[in-house]
């Protein structure tokens, strides 16, 4: 059962343009390798990727990761652990750093990836379900935008008019 506010973001984006392919499926099967990082992923967001298998704004620059992202059959240009990755780049030959990027990382799952103007990303903080969003060039530096996914999909409706 869809909640409301996901009912309302998802007409919400269809009727702004976003591309919206639905979960023919209805359910979501996750790899063992994602599933053994994020073992706890927040039930409201297992229940949007049951309803959509992609999400993406009209510009093309945001949209929502999706099951095939995280599975790595996804033909984006992306990967889901994109700015991980980025950021481990950057800390090469710190292992201090680069163990303190990955715990980073395996306390946040990226939700939604942008290419609008600079790389950016939303995630759940998966200890308090609140959404906080970082941008490159620190993208573990991060502001919270929602006390939990509800509240992104209006903060979503509110900034992208």
């Given at each position: 059962m869809m909640s409301d506010k996901c009912d309302v973001f998802l007409q919400w984006a269809r009727e702004h343009g976003w591309a919206i392919v639905d979960n023919k499926r209805g359910e979501v099967q996750l790899n063992e390798e994602f599933l053994a990082r994020y073992k706890e992923i927040p039930a409201d967001y297992l229940q949007l990727l049951t309803i959509v298998s992609e999400c993406v704004a009209p510009d093309e620059q945001t949209w929502f990761l999706c099951e095939s992202d995280y599975n790595g059959s996804s033909d984006a240009?992306?990967?889901?652990?994109?700015?991980?990755?980025?950021?481990?780049?950057?800390?090469?030959?710190?292992?201090?750093?680069?163990?303190?990027?990955?715990?980073?990382?395996?306390?946040?799952?990226?939700?939604?990836?942008?290419?609008?103007?600079e790389y950016s990303f939303y995630a759940v903080e998966l200890a308090t379900?609140?959404?906080?969003?970082?941008?490159?060039?620190?993208?573990?530096?991060?502001?919270?935008?929602a006390p939990h996914l509800e509240a992104f999909y209006d903060y979503l409706m509110e900034h992208n008019n």
């Amino acid at each position: 059962m869809m909640s409301d506010k996901c009912d309302v973001f998802l007409q919400w984006a269809r009727e702004h343009g976003w591309a919206i392919v639905d979960n023919k499926r209805g359910e979501v099967q996750l790899n063992e390798e994602f599933l053994a990082r994020y073992k706890e992923i927040p039930a409201d967001y297992l229940q949007l990727l049951t309803i959509v298998s992609e999400c993406v704004a009209p510009d093309e620059q945001t949209w929502f990761l999706c099951e095939s992202d995280y599975n790595g059959s996804s033909d984006a240009e992306f990967r889901w652990d994109e700015f991980e990755r980025l950021s481990l780049e950057a800390a090469a030959g710190d292992e201090a750093w680069a163990s303190e990027i990955i715990a980073w990382w395996d306390r946040h799952l990226p939700i939604v990836l942008s290419v609008d103007g600079e790389y950016s990303f939303y995630a759940v903080e998966l200890a308090t379900g609140a959404i906080v969003h970082g941008a490159e060039p620190e993208f573990e530096e991060v502001d919270v935008v929602a006390p939990h996914l509800e509240a992104f999909y209006d903060y979503l409706m509110e900034h992208n008019n």
